[in-house]
């Protein structure tokens, strides 16, 4: 059995990005994946936006400096449109900040986060693996790997996605609210520039969002109905262009497919405990939210840096998997998540409702904070510096 003073199962962003926050630690770790990331030829359909906040957690964990920075593109404003004439801007300048955030392949991301975890002394790779049965004794999570190989911590983590194979294995509960929409992604190059601009309309088919790639490029999300993104992915790529362009009322002009149309099924998920004795959830296996807001990796990142700061600050008389101190990393990301969660979906709620009075009233309040700039630059602040 070989003896661990932390177990990460899953090597995803958030899991990799932990074990890169405790590279100067006095913790001998070990991550579990069952592949290594790869990239893809082009441009990956999969983008995320981060925030300034975890820009700075992944300076600080030494990540940052090394991505490409040819395939980032900063976000300088942002244009959110209601779906009967409501309007609400931000600025970076207005708001007093260099960049809103930044837009980039989640690929981009998970490679140099390998590289790096490859290169770092106090971590051992074990990939590909698969984690096959996970015992918590009193003392110790013992892990063991499909090949018979056994891992034993004072404390297991779980990074391994939404449908967690280690949240299953500890009877941790999971409550999925399916929202009946699929978030269809795709990557465009554009007519016009977009000036490192996002677009977000409310729409009566759902909620689509451009955002910016380097050059004349776009990623979008459309987060619709099931029925309806099955309809837009079996379109043929020319008229698929006209849609999405059509959609986003021409505002970047006409478009060019540069990755095939993909969906993903959208749901809420909450999980009223994050952590048991030896174990701890980060990342998409402790939440899951909707994408409206590009704010579910910064959770995650979040997560990994709450929990990152808990482990280095520890004594090493301390038991990191004993309850009260896991318990500590649950109090600090209870709040920041519910309110992430109820945000996103109490948005989708107001502008999915069909009540003849919401229209005008939710579009009204859009246009009046947009005039209102105090309470406009706070709220984005909280958003940057929050998450």
């Avoid at 609400?88 to 708001?95: C, P, R, V």
């Avoid at 018979?148 to 449908?163: I, K, S």
């Avoid at 005008?360 to 709220?379: C, E, Q, Y």
Wanted: net charge neutral; proline share 6%.
């Amino acid at each position: 059995m070989q003896q661990f003073d932390l177990i990460i199962v899953g090597g995803g962003l958030a899991g990799a990005s932990l074990a890169l926050a405790l590279r100067d630690t006095r913790l001998r770790i070990a991550l579990v994946e069952s592949q290594p990331p790869k990239r893809p030829d082009g441009w990956d359909a999969r983008i995320y936006a981060i925030s300034p906040a975890n820009i700075e957690f992944l300076s600080r964990i030494g990540a940052w400096r090394h991505l490409d920075a040819s395939r980032i593109a900063p976000i300088r404003a942002m244009e959110v449109f209601g779906d009967s004439g409501g309007k609400l801007g931000f600025s970076a300048y207005e708001t007093g900040v260099p960049e809103l955030g930044s837009i980039l392949e989640s690929s981009l991301m998970a490679c140099e986060f390998w590289e790096s975890a490859k290169r770092q002394s106090n971590l051992a790779l074990f990939c590909p693996a698969r984690s096959e049965a996970v015992e918590f004794r009193h003392d110790a999570a013992v892990l063991r790997l499909s090949d018979g190989t056994l891992l034993a911590a004072p404390l297991l983590v779980g990074a391994d996605g939404r449908d967690s194979w280690v949240r299953e294995s500890a009877s941790l509960s999971a409550i999925n609210t399916p929202y009946g929409e699929k978030g269809v992604v795709a990557n465009f190059v554009t007519e016009k520039p977009h000036r490192n601009c996002a677009y977000q309309w409310f729409r009566d088919d759902g909620v689509l969002a451009y955002l910016p790639l380097p050059g004349n490029h776009i990623s979008i999300v459309w987060s619709t109905p099931d029925a309806h993104a099955d309809e837009l992915c079996a379109l043929e790529p020319g008229r698929f262009c006209e849609r999405v362009a059509e959609a986003g009322s021409q505002t970047l002009g006409g478009l060019q497919l540069l990755t095939p149309p993909a969906a993903f099924a959208l749901r809420l998920m909450r999980v009223p405990q994050t952590v048991a004795p030896r174990l701890a959830l980060v990342g998409d296996a402790a939440h899951g939210i909707h994408p409206l807001s590009g704010h579910g990796i910064n959770l995650g990142f979040q997560d990994a840096s709450t929990l990152a700061s808990l482990l280095s600050a520890a004594q090493p008389w301390q038991d990191i998997g004993e309850m009260r101190f896991l318990q500590r990393y649950q109090r600090a990301r209870r709040e920041e998540t519910l309110l992430m969660q109820s945000t996103t979906d109490g948005l989708r709620r107001l502008f999915r409702g069909s009540s003849p009075g919401m229209r005008p009233l939710r579009n009204w309040g859009l246009t009046l904070m947009d005039g209102l700039p105090f309470i406009k630059n706070a709220l984005a602040r909280y958003a940057l510096g929050g998450i």
